[in-house]
């Protein structure tokens, strides 16, 4: 086993593991692969598992990995997005199971160069794969209309456009392209708030993360995905990290299970509404515990949804569930 692993500690993996309920045999899709801790989990319990990760610097670092398994691991380099996509071109029959972890793994915060963190000087990529535009180009090619909602929606930033209008000035001499330059900017237009913690620069970061990558879009597409592709008594579990994917995936499981419908007398030839197609168990989401938390803190905003799914035929996307992915339509956006 790699140092990369033996290091990684994966969130909430025992509560994963019980959402799961993994057999001997069965087969899996680890869509958010990453340092491979709820996959060699899955392995160690007998499951047959297909990991995804974007990324081809994890995929390269699970070699030892893939040969321990004795066939039992396929690792493919693709967005869990491309679920689908993947299943067929490796002919995978209906899943016993998906989980999925959303966010930037351990490995790519640890890893200076990728320009996630704010702890290291870096260039502003942000890209967990190794094409598309980078948080750089957004920042240099963008109005300012666009980055301050990028911002406020995807980062939940409360000085969005005070941020964003220092980005377009200050840029008309110096371009943004390494980590610290941002972050210093941000410390100096929109300093912490007493008591703060956390560094001003944090949502800016986050939001910038999630717009480079469309993690939100990936998030459910991913889920629909699942959705499509689960047996009946196949279980879907979502770790995410805050609260825009939480809201995804408490909305989409919400619809999905039929919560909230009113029952409703039908017009004659009127089509009966789609049946649901996951329950979800009561008690969600389910949190790291104090003693998680102390051992690992990247586990404290952790949220873990899992449901079951049922012989109902999938449903197509709603408009309002696609809406949380997106910023608002706004005109004249440059793209």
């Known amino acids: ?188 237009v929109a300093p912490a708030r007493r008591g703060e913690l956390t560094h001003p620069g944090t949502r800016t970061f986050q939001a910038l993360r999630i717009a480079v990558n469309d993690e939100l879009g990936e998030l459910l597409r991913g889920l629909a995905a699942a959705e499509r592709l689960l047996a009946p008594a196949g279980r879907l579990a979502v770790v995410t990290f805050h609260s825009l994917e939480d809201r995804i995936v408490k909305q989409f499981l919400a619809s999905r299970s039929g919560r909230g419908r009113a029952p409703s007398r039908l017009l004659p030839g009127e089509p009966a509404e789609a049946g649901p197609t996951f329950e979800v168990p009561r008690g969600q989401p389910i949190e790291p515990s104090e003693a998680e938390v102390a051992a690992n803190p990247r586990a404290r905003s952790a949220k873990l949804r899992f449901a079951i799914r049922l012989d109902a035929s999938p449903q197509a996307l709603d408009s309002a569930l696609e809406a949380l992915t997106r910023l608002p339509a706004r005109r004249g956006r440059q793209r």
């Open 1 to 188: 086993m790699s140092k990369a692993r033996r290091r990684h500690i994966p969130v909430l993996l025992a509560e994963v593991l019980d959402a799961l309920q993994p057999r001997e045999g069965g087969l899996i899709v680890d869509g958010t692969f990453g340092a491979g801790g709820y996959t060699q989990a899955l392995l160690d319990r007998g499951a047959q598992v297909v990991a995804l990760d974007r990324d081809p610097a994890a995929v390269r670092a699970a070699g030892s990995l893939v040969a321990e398994s004795h066939g039992r691991l396929r690792l493919v380099e693709a967005r869990f997005g491309d679920l689908e996509a993947v299943a067929k071109d490796l002919g995978l029959g209906a899943l016993d199971g998906v989980v999925l972890d959303i966010g930037v793994s351990s490995m790519q915060l640890d890893e200076a160069a990728r320009g996630f963190s704010l702890r290291f000087d870096a260039p502003l990529d942000m890209r967990m794969g190794d094409t598309g535009r980078t948080a750089a180009d957004i920042l240099r090619d963008e109005n300012e209309e666009t980055i301050a909602d990028i911002l406020f929606h995807f980062g939940e930033e409360r000085a969005a456009r005070r941020i964003a209008r220092a980005i377009v000035a200050d840029r008309e001499t110096t371009p943004f392209v390494s980590t610290l330059e941002l972050a210093r900017m941000i410390s100096r």
